[in-house]
C-alpha cells in the first residue's frame, strides 16, 4: 500500500514539473509593452538657452557680483618748453626785492647823505656783513670806495651808486668762467653731477637744471643716484618725463655708484648731449657719506672724466654754506655753485662770500619755486637787480 503511495506522488511532481516547463517559455516570449511616444528636440543646447548673458564678475570665494572697474585712457604727457635762460635773470629781477633792502635802500641811503664820516663808513660796512658779503670782502669793498670818492671829490648819490654798483661787480669777479660744459664730445656725453646737503632742493634744482639744458638745446639723460630717499627718483623722473629726458634708476637701496655708472652708460648709447646725476643729500661731517660720494666719483670716472661738479647751497643758510662748500671741494673737486633761495632773504652778499673764500664761481641762481625760475649767473645784471638799478646806469 505504501509503495503505490509513493508511486502516485512521484507521478503528481513529475505532472506539476511537465505544466510548468510549458507555461514559463510563453511568459518569456512575451513582448514588452511600448513606450509612450515623446517628442525630442534635437535644437543645440545654446539655441534653447536663448540669446547669450554676460555674466558679472564674480568673487569665487565669496559669490559677491563684482562689477569691472572702468577703463581708463591715460593721456601722453605733453612735453613742456621751458623757457629760454638768456635774460632770466633780468626777468626775475623783482624776486631779490628782500636783498634790495639791504643794498638798493640801506647801502644807497646811507651814501645819499651829505656828509661821508666816519660813523657813516662804518654803518656801510656793518650792512654789507649783515648781508653775508663777509669781512674780508666788505672792507676790501669799503677801502676802495673811500678812496674813489676821496680821489674823485665829492659826488652826487647817483655817482657813488655807480661806484658801489662797480665795486659789487669786482668783487663778484666777471673774469670767472660761468658757464656749463655740456656738450658731447669724442662719443661720450658731458657728465654733471649734482651733490649738496639735505634740505638745499638738491632734486628739485636738479630738475631745473635739465630744464635749462633743454632750453639752451641740449638732450639730456637723469640719472637718480639718490636711492636712500624713497621719493628722489620718482621726483627726478617726473621732472624729466617734462621735457622729454629718460631718468635712470635701480632699486630702493641700490648702489648709487652703480646707478651713476648705468645711467652714463645709457647715456652712451642713447647719445645724448649731457647725463645729470642727482647724489643723496649727505651732511659735510658724516665721514662714511662723504667716502661714498667719492666712490660715485670715483666709479662714473671709469667711463671719462666728470666734466661738472655742481653744489647746491641754500642761500638762507648764510656763512655756513662756505663750510658745507669747502668740505665738499675736497671731496669731488666742485667746479661751480647754484645759490637757491635767494628770492628768499636778505642776505645776497652770500654769493660774494662764496666765490671770495673758495674761488669757486657762482653759475646759476634760484629766485623762486617755479620750474623756470633758475636763471644763469651775471655779476653785473645780479647788483644792478640788488641795487634796484639799470644797465644803463651803471654803463654811464
Not at 666709479?299 to 658745507?324: C, F, M, R, S, Y
Given at each position: 500500500m505504501t509503495d503505490y503511495l509513493l508511486i502516485a506522488l512521484v507521478l503528481l511532481g513529475v505532472l506539476v514539473l511537465g505544466a510548468l516547463g510549458l507555461v514559463v517559455p510563453r511568459l518569456r516570449r512575451r513582448p514588452e509593452p511600448p513606450l509612450p511616444t515623446t517628442e525630442v528636440d534635437t535644437r543645440a543646447e545654446e539655441d534653447l538657452a536663448g540669446p547669450p548673458v554676460e555674466a558679472a564678475e564674480s568673487d569665487l570665494s565669496t559669490g559677491v557680483l563684482v562689477e569691472a572697474p572702468p577703463v581708463v585712457e591715460v593721456p601722453a604727457p605733453v612735453l613742456e618748453i621751458p623757457e629760454p635762460t638768456a635774460g632770466r635773470l633780468v626777468r626775475l629781477r623783482t624776486r631779490l626785492s628782500r636783498s634790495q633792502t639791504v643794498f638798493g635802500k640801506g647801502l644807497l641811503g646811507l651814501l645819499s647823505r651829505e656828509h661821508l664820516d666816519e660813523d657813516t663808513w662804518e654803518e656801510i660796512e656793518d650792512s654789507l656783513i649783515t648781508a653775508d658779503v663777509g669781512v674780508d670782502a666788505t672792507r676790501e669793498i669799503v677801502d676802495r670806495l673811500r678812496e674813489r670818492t676821496r680821489v674823485l671829490g665829492t659826488r652826487t648819490a647817483g655817482e657813488l651808486q655807480v661806484l658801489l654798483a662797480a665795486e659789487l661787480v669786482n668783487a663778484l669777479d666777471p673774469t670767472l668762467d660761468r658757464s656749463l660744459r655740456t656738450a658731447r664730445k669724442d662719443g661720450v656725453p658731458a657728465v654733471l653731477m649734482v651733490v649738496g646737503v639735505n634740505g638745499a632742493g638738491k632734486t628739485t634744482t636738479c630738475g631745473k637744471i635739465a630744464r635749462v639744458l633743454v632750453a639752451d638745446g641740449r638732450s639730456v639723460l637723469l640719472g637718480a643716484a639718490d636711492t636712500?630717499?624713497?621719493?628722489?627718483?620718482?621726483?627726478?623722473?617726473?621732472?624729466?618725463?617734462?621735457?622729454?629726458?629718460?631718468?635712470?634708476?635701480?632699486?630702493?637701496?641700490?648702489?648709487?655708484?652703480?646707478?651713476?655708472?648705468?645711467?652714463?652708460?645709457?647715456?652712451?648709447?642713447?647719445?645724448?648731449?649731457?647725463?645729470?646725476?642727482?647724489?643723496?643729500?649727505?651732511?659735510?661731517?658724516?665721514?662714511?657719506?662723504?667716502?661714498?660720494?667719492?666712490?660715485?666719483?670715483?666709479?662714473?670716472?671709469?667711463?671719462?672724466?666728470?666734466?661738472?661738479?655742481?653744489?647746491?647751497?641754500?642761500?638762507?643758510?648764510?656763512?655756513?654754506?662756505?663750510?658745507?662748500?669747502?668740505?665738499?671741494?675736497?671731496?669731488?673737486?666742485?667746479?661751480?655753485?647754484?645759490?637757491?633761495?635767494?628770492?628768499?632773504?636778505?642776505?645776497?652778499?652770500?654769493?660774494?662770500?662764496?666765490?671770495?673764500?673758495l674761488g669757486i664761481p657762482v653759475k646759476l641762481v634760484g629766485l623762486g619755486e617755479g620750474p623756470d625760475d633758475l636763471a644763469p649767473f651775471d655779476p653785473a645784471q645780479f647788483v644792478d637787480a640788488l641795487l634796484g638799478t639799470e644797465p644803463a646806469a651803471r654803463d654811464a
Open positions: 636712500f630717499r624713497a621719493a628722489a627718483a620718482d621726483q627726478l623722473e617726473t621732472w624729466g618725463s617734462r621735457v622729454g629726458a629718460e631718468t635712470v634708476r635701480g632699486p630702493e637701496a641700490a648702489d648709487p655708484a652703480s646707478v651713476a655708472f648705468d645711467a652714463v652708460r645709457r647715456g652712451i648709447d642713447s647719445g645724448v648731449d649731457t647725463v645729470l646725476i642727482d647724489t643723496a643729500g649727505r651732511l659735510q661731517n658724516k665721514v662714511g657719506l662723504m667716502d661714498e660720494l667719492g666712490k660715485v666719483k670715483r666709479v662714473v670716472e671709469k667711463h671719462g672724466p666728470i666734466d661738472e661738479t655742481i653744489l647746491i647751497l641754500d642761500a638762507t643758510t648764510g656763512q655756513n654754506g662756505l663750510e658745507q662748500a669747502r668740505v665738499f671741494t675736497e671731496v669731488v673737486n666742485v667746479t661751480g655753485v647754484v645759490l637757491t633761495k635767494l628770492d628768499g632773504t636778505a642776505k645776497g652778499g652770500i654769493v660774494i662770500a662764496v666765490q671770495r673764500k
